[in-house]
């Protein structure tokens, strides 16, 4: 499911705790390769079927264990960089668009489980102030982080408010 502009339709996942605190993962593999969790959004998927799917497959959080606070009103877009394209896929796709929701958890910290999928993507986690990750993720990424975080900012959970 490409765009006709070469964008991957995509879901974010901005995952909060009471204390205003995001979800921060590790990357399998990557010592340094940390992000929000995120994934492809299937052909026959809502956006917010595609992330209730995506949440249990890369944190092991279950509908239950979430409240949805708030989504991005419109796609936001971001460019591999050249040496990440991938020029033997079909379709080949220059980028993400991205729908971003804002989670407030539910559930106790250990439902957190980045083994629950059959191939993990994240080997750790962690509460992150709301802001930090837009120092440490991946520079490409750096502006739809910033927008959606900006976008979503006033939804955030804080003392259970």
Known sequence: MI???GFRPNVGIIL???????????RVGGRD???FPQG??????SPEAAMFR???EEVGLVPDAVQ???CTRGWLRYRLP???LRH???PKFVGQKQKWFLLRMLAQDDAVCVASSEKPEFDYWRWVSYWYPLGQVVSFKRDVYRRALAELATRVPVNGA
């Open 3 to 5: 765009d006709r502009d």
């Open 16 to 26: 909060a705790n009471d204390l205003g605190q995001v979800l921060w993962a590790r």
């Open 33 to 35: 390769a940390w992000q």
């Open 40 to 45: 492809g959004i299937q052909a026959d998927e």
């Open 54 to 56: 995506e949440l249990r």
């Open 68 to 70: 949805v606070m708030a």
């Open 82 to 84: 050249r040496r990440m």
């Open 88 to 90: 033997n896929a079909t």
